[in-house]
């Protein structure tokens, strides 16, 4: 399966949104990847549904949600009705994940699980064959632009062993660090989907740095 990329709407000029959302649009990107942080989850606030409407606005391409956010069952219709087609939750935020996991699809979209660098994939056992998406963190969540933790390729391998076995569809998704310089390394190790902040909206031209990690082949610019 050809792999995704979601530009991190994060790393955009919020000044320009309405112009970095169209470059998205005319590239060969796949997703919109939104953070929203409360400030509470992680040490850091991004924005909130007048943000989300707005991208909303202009994007022609599905909206991958990363809520990085206390009690996320509170908000996950408003996200849904605002536009969402993802929406991954953090394992470490959801006291009933199952619950929360059925309340994602009860409201059209695919639903998601976040794993922080800390948490094990074993952690995800129980849960792993009714999962869409699980996001592997590869930075500590909160900030952007961090330097890549090497330990997540690791992570990502024990996953894709694990989702061969009950979940061979399962979308692996990486965020945190992804750049030209390892996005083929976490694509042989399993990631199908790689969230790009810094690495596309810091380039000088940021559509051929998407069409770049887009057309990555196994053996290019390993780590």
């Known amino acids: 399966m050809k792999h995704f990329i979601a530009p991190s709407i994060l790393a955009a000029d919020f000044g320009n949104l309405q112009r970095d959302s169209e470059m998205i649009n005319q590239s060969e990107a796949d997703w919109f990847h939104i953070d929203v942080m409360d400030g509470v989850f992680v040490p850091n606030i991004s924005f909130g549904f007048p943000v989300m409407n707005a991208i909303k606005k202009h994007a022609q391409k599905p909206l991958d949600v990363h809520l990085m956010i206390v009690d996320p069952d509170k908000y996950i219709e408003d996200f849904a009705k605002a536009g969402a087609a993802i929406i991954t939750v953090h394992y470490e ?14 409201s059209g979209c695919k639903a998601g699980v976040a794993l922080n660098p800390h948490t094990p994939v074993a952690f995800l056992k ?4 009714d999962l869409d998406l699980v996001l ?3 930075v500590n969540p909160g900030f ?4 890549f933790i090497p330990q997540s390729l ?8 694990n989702a061969l076995q ?3 569809s399962l979308i692996i998704e990486v965020d945190g660090g992804v750049s030209i310089l390892n996005a083929a390394s976490l694509i042989s190790a399993g990631a199908n989907a790689l969230v790009a902040g810094n690495a596309v909206f810091a380039a000088p ?6 069409k770049e990690l887009k057309n990555l082949t196994i053996g290019s610019h390993q780590i």
């Open 93 to 106: 935020a959801c006291t009933h994940l199952h619950r929360t996991i059925q309340l994602i699809k009860a």
């Open 126 to 129: 129980d849960i792993l064959a």
């Open 136 to 138: 592997i963190m590869s």
């Open 144 to 147: 952007g632009g961090q330097k």
């Open 154 to 161: 690791l992570k990502i391998a024990e996953l894709k062993q």
């Open 166 to 168: 009950v979940n061979p």
């Open 205 to 210: 031209d940021p559509l051929g740095m998407i």
